[in-house]
């Protein structure tokens, strides 16, 4: 046997040397390399077909645009790509080609990057969605998925107003309670949850894979969708240099309106019973809060190189200051993208980047909490001391909240790849690439003294005080690694087109946190020395974490005359983060594709260029769950007295872990329709999606005699389900020769229900203050994080109302009740208004979420514009829930619009002092539609910047969050948060309104 072996195997070897020779011998014969670029961007296209006219020979351009045929002399090379003109070129011996392609109409021959490769968007089998560069670069964000917001159906993305922070991204639903929903990026192969970093001038490409079958590629890292960032790279020739900045304003895109002192007084005098005196000073907290803040963003790049090398290098500098006072952001970016073909076999490259930012945060939580209580009858600051708005509530100075609390984070980030990539025979690829994420964080919070004798407080006596400073120094390291290695097989006989992929990818993680504390350190320039504190006080922590990850990968296309198409993956991954008996899961998936418009029957009609139907099915895991979620662990230091002596100091396990925790799966089934129709002036896409999610993280209860410190142990004991609809039409037509215009719509319908906790716990959570501990409940048949509030009927108006509300067995429901108060449904006919009467009230998941662009360009004028909303969803107003004493001041719709005697008024309770239960009351829809974007551009005469000695110059101004239409009084219902206690605006940054201008010159 073992005989047979070593046969079988020096065949193989001798058979795979013998095609070696034969392919270097075939290019030997009359090599030819080149590059195949756009003609608009000058960046190079994978997967262009070079063919040699009359013959079946050929090659294919890698993901540089670059390629290498052996050809004969007086050959025609036709080459051609799906989304530009077909180009035909002599060969008259030359050694080396460069040729350029124009760019075609038709939205589904673009060439789409997928896991570990590319392919054409008309042979992609599942869905998939692509995004270029240059149309996100126009709008003045920080991250390419705020710019994202709206474009691509299935793909919900929630901004924050806070400068540095990055959006919520959920691609079609949420699939899990408790396990992570980051989104995957993949930057240049590096994968990452985080891409604060990248500088949106510096991207090409932006591909989404929304299903399981585009994302099982990736394995355990694709449940929550997959986001591919590629960023550019070097074109050989002449020296290409490109600037271009935004410089622009922001403000609060919708503030709230609170009572003004005489509002105040008269909404206290009412709940009180006794009259309460305006005074002279009307304070509007908000507006000493917030403020109109710069933003400025800087972007250098220079490009170019030749056959044998090329080079990108660009600088970015972004600052934003915040709306926030003492709040702002600044952010350096360097990239230097380098490709270098050793051989016409060989190639290397390396992807850098390197990004320094400086976050000077807020104490926002305190700021705008008590903002919104602050009564406005206390001036912020007056005769330079603070306001002591503690005289009339047990609440701070929202001022004070922000100056005297100093949190400033400095990161340092390096981000890297490098490949190399042999190609023995134009028909194999062998690559290796290896990618780094380095993120070295230091942060320090430092409160300052203050005291309530005078030096601080208009009147002494406040009970918002800090008697000694104190500072908080913490230092965080981070370093993720992949490696990943594939070979690849492509290949064409006559009709049939077949294409394999195999590899390897490895990657790991660790993270170690280390902090420091100590009290009366001086107030001084320079923060960030502990050891100037009282040594007596120290005290610091430490935390880490670290996994690892191990994977196989697979891949099969087949393409049989551009008409049928099947795609199958298998990926195996092994995740550190289970137990050994769990580690490994399997991921599969299968896609087919049928182009009807390729069919005989189909080409005597004139409506459609392209008709593709695809379906596929596919299933990927979630292991984002704790590191030691299956490890028991020991808590040391606890005091028993044994047998009532004297304590002793011991051990105990306190948390109960499941020793059989397993990968979370998502099975998602996908349908989709893709045409394009009329001459390419109509694009649609329309899809269906089934998508479960199972063995889901949830804590089930436990017997107290277990030790359980909090009685519940975390298992597998979910199930969630997504289903849903896309649909997306593009249209782009030309009046005359100097006018033309696009129009284009998106829209997801979705719907996200819990099928089954199988023994799980329901999950409460959204707490707010002491009077509401729960406003969500996760529970089966509904979406995830549900609202769950007692149920409002109106306002009691009078005392006979309260007696005669009773239940079936005659009992008074509210006793206690007084006219003016709200009267809540008996949903158990039990006789009393309790947790058992409170009732699901909706979801802040939207039944639908749409995005719609527009388009106009007259000669060198340029205008566009586009719009984003969602319907069907319900928002928590959970500040207005947050009020929680008598003194506390009311929104102005709360001061004119409460109950009064006589009123009718079933909407608002009377003057009260707040402390409410949860209710419908606080439930507001969710509905929006949002002017997003506006931007009118001018790029100058060709002409005029000869004289200069400059290629391009665009000038535009844009306008962002111009305005929206709500129902919703509070400031935004865009909130983001965990899948359990999403859409509750308690502390929410507001989002912003920005207007810029800005200028692009090419050189």
């Known amino acids: 046997m073992m005989k047979t072996l070593q046969q079988l195997t020096m065949k193989t070897l001798t058979s795979t040397l013998l095609l070696l020779l034969v392919g270097f011998v075939t290019v030997a014969q009359n090599k030819l ?42 050959a025609t090379l036709v080459i051609s790509s799906v989304g530009y003109e077909t180009k035909e070129v002599a060969y008259t011996g030359q050694a080396t080609l460069n040729i350029s392609l124009s760019e075609a109409a038709n939205e589904l021959a673009q060439v789409v990057v997928v896991g570990y490769g590319t392919q054409r968007k008309v042979d992609i089998t599942g869905a998939t969605s692509s995004i270029k560069g240059e149309d996100l670069a126009k709008q003045p964000v920080m991250t390419p998925t705020q710019a994202i917001q709206g474009k691509v159906a299935g793909v919900q993305i929630i901004s924050s107003g806070r400068p540095g922070s990055s959006p919520n991204i959920r691609i079609r639903g949420t699939g899990t309670a408790l396990a992570g929903t980051a989104t995957l990026f993949v930057v240049d192969g590096v994968l990452t949850d985080d891409i604060s970093n990248i500088n949106t001038a510096d991207i090409t490409n932006v591909d989404i894979l929304k299903d399981a079958s585009s994302t099982a590629i990736y394995g355990s890292r694709g449940a929550n969708g997959v986001v591919i960032i590629t960023t550019k790279k070097g074109v050989s020739g002449k020296l290409s240099v490109n600037y271009n900045n935004q410089i622009g304003a922001r403000q609060a895109a919708n503030l709230v309106k609170m009572a003004n002192a005489t509002e105040y007084a008269n909404y206290l005098s009412a709940a009180s019973g006794r009259p309460i005196q305006a005074g002279t000073t009307s304070t509007d907290w908000y507006g000493q809060i917030l403020r109109t803040a710069m933003m400025q963003n800087h972007n250098l790049s220079i490009s170019g190189g030749s056959e044998k090398a090329t080079h990108y290098l660009s600088l970015g500098y972004l600052t934003d200051e915040g709306i926030v006072i003492n709040n702002i952001f600044k952010r350096f970016t360097a990239r230097l993208n380098n490709d270098f073909t050793l051989h016409p076999k060989l190639k290397i490259g390396l992807m850098t980047s390197y990004a320094n930012s400086r976050d000077q945060n807020v104490n926002l939580g305190a700021a705008y909490n008590n903002a919104y209580r602050a009564a406005p009858i206390i001036p912020a600051v007056e005769n330079g001391l603070y306001g002591n708005t503690s005289l009339y509530q047990n609440v701070g100075n929202a ?184 580690r490994w899961g399997y991921f599969p998936s299968v896609g087919l594709g049928w182009v009807l418009s390729e069919e005989s029957f189909m080409q005597g009609q004139h409506l459609f260029e392209t008709l593709k139907i695809r379906a596929s099915w596919g299933r990927v895991g979630n292991d984002r769950i704790d590191s030691d979620g299956y490890l028991v662990t020991v808590e040391p230091n606890l005091a028993y007295a044994f047998g009532g002596g004297t304590a002793t100091l011991g051990s105990a396990i306190t948390q109960i872990k499941d020793p059989n925790l397993k990968w979370e799966t998502t099975e998602e089934m996908d349908l989709g329709l893709e045409f394009s129709a009329m001459n390419g002036r109509l694009q649609g896409e329309f ?258 910047l000869q004289k200069a000695h400059i290629g391009t110059a665009r000038v535009f101004i844009t306008a962002q969050n111009i305005f929206t239409l709500k129902k919703y009084t509070g400031f935004t219902p865009e909130l983001p948060g965990d899948p359990t206690r999403a859409g509750i605006e308690l502390n929410a940054y507001p989002t912003t309104k920005t207007l810029a201008v800005g200028i692009n010159v090419g050189f």
């Open 33 to 74: 390399t080149g590059k195949v670029s756009d003609e608009k961007t000058k960046e190079g296209i994978p997967g262009v077909s070079i063919a040699i006219k009359g013959t079946s020979q050929g090659a294919t351009t890698d993901m540089n645009g670059q390629f290498t045929l052996a050809v004969s002399s007086n």
């Open 399 to 582: 001022v004070l909240d922000i100056k005297n609390n100093d949190d400033l984070t400095l990161n340092n980030r390096l981000q890297g790849a490098g490949y190399v990539e042999f190609k023995p025979l134009t028909f194999l690829t062998f690559r290796s690439s290896m990618g780094g994420d380095l993120i070295f964080s230091n942060q320090r919070v430092y409160n300052y003294q203050f005291n309530n004798d005078g030096t601080t407080f208009i009147q002494p006596g406040g009970n918002q005080r800090n008697p000694n400073s104190n500072l908080t120094s913490r230092q965080t390291n981070l370093f993720r690694w992949v490696w990943d290695n594939t070979v690849s097989f492509n290949k064409q006989w006559n009709d049939h087109t077949f294409g394999v992929m195999v590899g390897t990818t490895a990657e790991a993680y660790s993270m170690n946190t280390f902090s420091a504390y100590r009290r009366d350190v001086p107030a001084a320039s320079n923060l960030w020395y502990i050891n100037t504190g009282n040594a007596n006080t120290s005290t610091n922590s430490g935390d880490g974490d670290k996994w690892a990850r191990n994977s196989y990968i697979s891949r099969a296309n087949y393409n049989f005359k551009d008409k049928y198409l099947l795609t199958a993956t298998l990926r195996a991954d092994g995740s550190s983060r289970f137990p050994i008996q769990n």
């Open 687 to 944: 899809g269906f999606y089934d998508k479960k999610s199972r063995n889901l993280l949830i804590n089930v209860k436990v017997p107290s005699v277990t030790g359980d410190k909090d009685g519940v142990v975390l298992t597998n004991a979910a199930s969630i389900r997504n289903t849903g609809l896309e649909a997306m039409l593009n249209w782009r037509d030309k009046i005359s020769s100097t006018i033309s215009y696009r129009i284009g719509a998106n829209a997801t319908f979705n719907k996200n229900s819990v099928i089954g906790l199988n023994g799980g716990q329901p999950i409460l959570d959204g707490g707010i203050g002491a009077a509401q501990q729960y406003t969500t409940k996760t529970d089966n048949g509904q979406p995830v994080g549900s609202f769950y509030v007692l149920q409002v009927l109106g306002v009691f108006q009078t005392d006979d109302e309260i007696s005669a509300y009773k239940n079936s067995k005659g009992q008074v429901i509210q006793p206690g009740a007084s006219a003016g108060d709200f009267k809540y449904q008996d949903t158990n006919d039990d006789g009393r208004i309790d947790d058992a009467d409170r009732v699901f009230a909706g979801s802040y998941q939207p039944k639908v979420f749409f995005g719609i662009n527009l388009g106009f360009t007259y000669k060198s004028f340029d205008f566009s514009a586009d719009a984003i909303g969602n319907l069907g969803n319900v928002v928590y107003n959970g500040k207005k829930a947050f009020r929680q004493a008598l003194l506390d001041n009311v929104e102005r719709s709360m001061a004119y619009g409460r109950w009064t005697r006589g009123s009718g008024i079933q909407t608002e309770p009377a003057a009260n002092a707040g402390n409410l239960p949860a209710s419908t009351y606080f439930i507001e829809s969710g509905n929006f539609i949002r002017l997003n974007n506006v931007t009118l551009s001018y790029s100058l005469p060709a002409a005029t």
